[in-house]
């Protein structure tokens, strides 16, 4: 490959190929979907999240181990810079994220959610023509409990979100043929 500069296109292209990746493991963690966030890692990847650190399945099966023991999660993301190589084959990218983290109810009915501010510091590979994460490092930049609080439930006619197929978003596309 040349040394010389993308063209914008091909810029656009691959940052949009990077976020859609980005996008789909934070989707496949807030729905507990070993495939898609396995999916956005190269079998030979690695995730260090800290209190796991090991390939893209085993990080898959630590998700769906751990996040249950929340009612509900949101990996809200944020800010993205990606820094494409001149090979066209490599980029660091840095996405910052808000997780927050929904306690299930005590005894009580009540519930104590964490709250998180964090960056994935990622290097991703394009091989064959695709991109996929090569390595994460998860930075913590923040974290703290707020304190029990009685949930609000919702109306029985309301739209729920699932931790599952059963989602509605699962639906939707099955319904529209979007997947």
Known sequence: MSDAPHS???ALLAKDAITAIIHRVARGTDRLDHELIVSGY???GFDDHNSFRGGPVEFADWVL???PHFAATHHFLGQCSIDLALDDASAYVETYCSAHHVGKPDADGRQADMRMG???CDHFQRRAGEWRIARRVCAFDWAYWIEPATPWEFPNDFTV???SPDDISYRLRKQQRWS
């Open 8 to 10: 914008p296109i091909e």
């Open 42 to 44: 190269w079998p030979d």
């Open 65 to 67: 181990q751990v996040l």
């Open 118 to 120: 964090l960056r994935y």
């Open 161 to 163: 979100g699932h931790r």
